[in-house]
């Protein structure tokens, strides 16, 4: 069992910057491939980032491509989203989900998400 804690959310202009972490506890969290969602109001939710076990592979979704980073620090058990030049549209809020599988297709823990509205 995992559990997740994300934070660093909140209100930031347009062209601003914003790191997510996501705190989880559990011996298991260096073995877990972990990824990124977000839900905008009235949409369904969508994959951003995704890092393997131990940071040497990640996949983005096209529409962050170039200004998003996952990282992950397993000795603090924390995976980071770093936004930057953020966009209206990035407005949502953000979830961290581990993948025990690595596979991309099975996030069975989730975190409770933390709020990031972006204004023009």
């Known amino acids: 069992q995992v559990q997740l804690v994300e934070s660093g959310g909140g209100l930031v202009q347009a062209g601003g910057s914003l790191r997510l972490s996501c705190a989880a506890s559990g011996r298991t969290f260096s073995s877990y491939a972990m990824g990124w969602f977000r839900q905008a109001p009235g949409k369904e939710r969508e994959f951003v980032a995704h890092i393997n076990w131990n940071g040497g592979s990640t996949i983005y979704a096209d529409s962050v491509k170039g200004r998003f980073t996952i990282s992950r620090d397993n000795a603090k058990n924390t995976v980071y989203l770093q936004m930057n030049s953020l966009k209206r549209e990035d407005t949502a809020v953000y979830y961290c989900?581990?993948?025990?599988?690595?596979?991309?297709?099975?996030?069975?823990?989730w975190g409770q998400g933390t709020q990031v509205t972006v204004s023009s």
């Open positions: 989900a581990a993948d025990p599988l690595g596979a991309g297709t099975t996030f069975a823990f």
